[in-house]
């Protein structure tokens, strides 16, 4: 059975800073690319950030580029997202993700296979 479990979310002030942890098992995460997804509420979930099964690449939607980085550590099967400089507009539910074969862009949700429970980010003064 697949778990993702976040941690990390909570309540910060504009310009504040985040780290989200995510930690699999159940699936063999080193062969796995991996994301963040959220959703705000009354919107739909979006795709965040994507970081390939190796480490070497990754991706973010342009409203987070140059704030967010998202990074893992294979070794302890778990998934990060720095987030800096936070926006209220950044607050949402964060989901992480891992992500299937290419066939959808990574902020595509029919890309995902499994989905984390999510953690609560709110930016607020």
């Known amino acids: 059975q697949v778990q993702l479990v976040e941690s990390g979310g909570g309540s910060v002030q504009p310009g504040g800073s985040l780290r989200l942890s995510c930690v699999a098992s159940?699936?063999?995460?080193?062969?796995?690319?991996m994301g963040w997804f959220r959703q705000a509420p009354g919107k739909e979930r979006e795709g965040v950030s994507c970081?390939?099964?190796?480490?070497?690449?990754?991706y973010y939607v342009e409203s987070v580029e140059g704030r967010f980085t998202i990074s893992r550590e294979n070794a302890n099967n778990t998934l990060y997202l720095q987030m800096n400089s936070l926006k209220p507009e950044d607050t949402a539910t964060y989901f992480c993700v891992a992500l299937g074969p290419i066939g959808y862009p990574y902020y595509d949700p029919r890309r995902v296979r499994f989905w984390g429970q999510g953690t609560q980010v709110t930016v607020s003064s």
């Open positions: 159940g699936l063999t995460f080193d062969d796995s690319d």
């Open positions: 970081i390939t099964r190796s480490g070497t690449s990754t």
